[in-house]
């Protein structure tokens, strides 16, 4: 059964950082891995989609890897500023061919 | 920027009761998609929706739940007899097809709460 873990579970730095945030999953055997953002009582925001045959994502300060062989992906946020604060979802999809399968989250606080 | 609408935001029940949670997924999207998180907990897949039946479910959709795209724009999830532990966030998603390259955007999720 497929698991996925997000490390660490909270973080706070102060602005202009630059950060990683960690994803693993059990089974290598995934179709892809998205990553999103998930502001306090609000929906998921897909920030990047990373297929099983590529190795990276970047939009704008957001890098995401993806080793699937190791089962490990990271989020990287350069310059990081408050508005960056905010939960952090990675889900892989697995077994089913649309089932996206979640961690619990990496809370990230940016202060000024 | 075209997005996924649902909608009531927050809907409170009687244990017992049956719920319909609706959603409007992006227009030209043909893959539909329910998730749920409890609180404080991992968001949770239920079922994914295309061509007008269930392409997969989760053991947690049991015969208490069903979906329907009743008409050319909605997507609904029904509970028929909601138990206190369905109180959670449901989440609607959407994606233009399916398999490796298909990304998922949700809606802002539906508060349902079960007294």
């Known amino acids: 059964k497929q698991e996925v873990t997000q490390i660490p579970a909270a973080l706070s730095v102060p602005e202009g950082e630059n950060l990683v945030l960690n994803c693993s999953f059990t089974?290598?055997?995934?179709?892809?891995l998205q990553w999103f953002r998930q502001d306090p009582g609000k929906g998921l925001t897909s920030l990047l989609l990373i297929q099983s045959s590529q190795r990276e994502q970047t939009s704008g300060r957001l890098n995401a890897s993806l080793d699937k062989s190791s089962g490990r992906s990271t989020l990287y946020i350069a310059a990081s500023q408050p508005g960056d604060s905010a939960t952090y979802l990675c889900a892989v999809m697995t077994g089913g061919y649309n089932k996206l399968i979640f961690g619990a989250g990496t809370r990230l606080a940016v202060h000024p | 920027e075209p997005e996924v609408t649902q909608t009531p935001s927050h809907q409170v029940t009687q244990m017992g009761q049956e719920v319909i949670l609706r959603c409007v997924p992006i227009s030209n999207h043909l893959y539909f998609y329910w998730y749920r998180q409890i609180l404080g907990q991992k968001v949770e897949f239920l079922v994914s929706?295309?061509?007008?039946?269930?392409?997969?479910k989760s053991e947690i959709f049991d015969d208490q739940f069903s979906v329907e795209r009743p008409d050319g724009s909605n997507f609904t999830l029904k509970i028929r007899s909601t138990k206190l532990e369905d109180s959670a966030m449901y989440f609607c998603a959407s994606s233009l097809a399916g398999g490796p390259a298909s990304e998922q955007y949700f809606g802002p999720g539906t508060r349902l709460t079960v007294t």
């Open positions: 089974d290598s055997a995934i179709y892809n």
């Open positions: 929706f295309y061509n007008n039946e269930i392409s997969e």
